[in-house]
């Protein structure tokens, strides 16, 4: 089996997509090779999102990530946007998707919880689809 850069692209890189990067670090390394970026950077990572993905997965993504720009990440094979509600930005790759998630940024713990389940259901989804491509 292949393994695959992958990059999740958000505005900010701040939320979403810093959980899709760790998320996908931890469980699917043995098939993506994860990034994330933004066009625009934060100070840091969503605090709500960093307390969470440490409380269910036990990483530490201070320790690990940063808001970044897409040119501070290698070229990847697939585009992942996280669902920006404003126009999202471009990066070239060989296959491109939208996750079309909301923005969990001032919501409570339970739609964190909720934008973490949807990642890892469409990482899986994701996964299915390259291993029927490569199955033909």
Sequence with gaps: MKQYKIGF????????????????KLKYSNRLIAYSAGTHTKPKISQDAV??????????????Q?????DEIPPVDIV?????EVDCP?????L??????????????T?????????????LELLKQLDDLESK
């Design 96 to 109: 491109r998707l939208d996750f079309g998630l909301e923005d969990p940024t001032g919501k409570d713990d």
């Design 111 to 123: 739609f964190f919880y909720q934008t973490m389940d949807l990642i890892e259901s469409k990482v």
């Design 66 to 70: 940063y808001s970044k720009t897409l």
């Design 9 to 24: 692209i958000c505005v900010h890189n701040s939320c979403r997509s810093q959980m899709a990067e760790a998320i996908t």
């Design 51 to 64: 307390r969470l993905v440490k409380e269910r997965y036990g990483v530490d993504m201070e320790q690990t």
């Design 80 to 84: 992942v946007t996280m669902g920006c």
């Design 90 to 94: 471009y990066l070239p790759s060989q």
